[in-house]
């Protein structure tokens, strides 16, 4: 008979699985573990590349985002014309 001994959970698997960093699955942004292969609601694969911001916050930067290119766009028509 072998000294067979469970010694239990490695410090790295420790440091891995008690981590509370979600993400959010880039396709339907549901919340997914961050090293995720594929989302559990939608089912694509996500391969790890998980969004670090809800939807609706990552929608407002990308809504921000395009208004100030409009503005700037308009401010140098402006300037340009004038």
Do not use: H, T
């Amino acid at each position: 008979m072998s000294d067979w001994r469970d010694e239990g959970p490695s410090e790295a698997d420790l440091e891995r699985f008690n981590r509370q960093e979600d993400g959010y699955c880039p396709e339907c942004g549901v919340v997914v573990y961050d090293d995720a292969e594929f989302c559990p609601d939608c089912g694509q694969q996500i391969g790890g590349r998980v969004s670090n911001k809800p939807p609706a916050e990552k929608e407002l930067q990308n809504r921000m985002g395009f208004l100030i290119i409009i503005l700037l766009l308009i401010g140098l028509l402006s300037w340009l014309i004038f």
